[in-house]
C-alpha cells in the first residue's frame, strides 16, 4: 500500500516537473519568436529601403532569402510551442500555412456582415431631411424655405421671425429717445438732490 502511494507520489512531481520544463521551454519559445519578429520586421524595412534606392537584383534575392530563412524558423518555433502546450485528447489545428490561402473566395458583390443587435434604418428614415431627423432643431434654425408656414421664430410677440428688421417707432425707440431715457434712468427728484448736494457738502469729503 505505502509503495502505491510512494508511486503515485512519485509519477506525480515527475509530471509537474515535465509539466514546468516544458512551460519553460515554451517561454524561451516565445522570447525566440519575438527577437525573430524584431528581426523579421527589420529584413522588411531593408528590402523597402533597398527596392527603392534601386538596389541589384542580387542584394533583393539576397535580403529575401534571409527572410524566408526566418519564417521558416518563426514557424518552427510555433510548431514547437503547439506541441508543448497541446492537449493530446484535444484535435490539433492545421499547421499548413498555405491551407488558409486555398480557400475559395467569395465571388461577386458582398454586404457587409451587420450584427442582428443593430437596428437597420426604416426605408422611411432614409429619405427624411437632416430637419426631420433632428427633433431638437427649433424652427429658428431651418432657414426660410425650410420653415412650416405660419410658424414663428421669434420669441417676441410682437415679431413673426427672429431674422425680421425692426420697424422704427416710438414703441421700439427703448433709451435712443431723451423722453425714453427720462422715463428709464432719470427721476423728479434727481436735480433736487444734485443740488442740496451742492449746497450742503460731506465734510468727510474734505
Not at 410677440?157 to 427703448?174: F, I, K, N, W, Y
Amino acid at each position: 500500500m505505502l509503495d502505491n502511494i510512494l508511486n503515485t507520489v512519485k509519477r506525480g512531481a515527475e509530471r509537474v516537473q515535465r509539466r514546468g520544463e516544458e512551460v519553460a521551454h515554451t517561454a524561451r519559445l516565445r522570447m525566440e519568436v519575438f527577437q525573430l519578429g524584431r528581426e523579421l520586421d527589420a529584413l522588411y524595412g531593408r528590402l523597402g529601403r533597398s527596392y527603392h534606392s534601386g538596389a541589384d537584383r542580387e542584394v533583393l534575392g539576397g535580403i529575401q532569402d534571409d527572410i524566408r530563412r526566418v519564417e521558416d524558423e518563426i514557424r518552427a518555433r510555433e510548431h514547437l510551442m503547439t506541441e508543448l502546450g497541446s492537449d493530446p485528447e484535444m484535435p490539433q489545428p492545421s499547421s499548413d500555412p498555405m491551407s488558409l490561402a486555398k480557400a475559395p473566395l467569395p465571388t461577386g458583390g458582398t454586404e457587409p456582415n451587420v450584427p442582428a443587435a443593430v437596428p437597420r434604418p426604416h426605408p422611411q428614415e432614409a429619405t427624411m431631411s437632416d430637419a426631420d431627423r433632428n427633433p431638437y432643431q427649433t424652427p429658428a434654425d431651418r432657414t426660410p424655405e425650410e420653415r412650416p408656414a405660419g410658424v414663428p421664430t421669434s420669441p417676441d410677440p410682437t415679431m413673426q421671425h427672429s431674422d425680421d428688421r425692426l420697424v422704427p417707432g416710438e414703441h421700439r425707440a427703448g433709451v435712443a429717445l431723451e423722453a425714453e431715457r427720462d422715463k428709464q434712468f432719470r427721476h423728479d427728484n434727481t436735480i433736487e438732490e444734485g443740488k442740496a448736494a451742492s449746497r450742503n457738502p460731506d465734510p468727510l469729503d474734505k
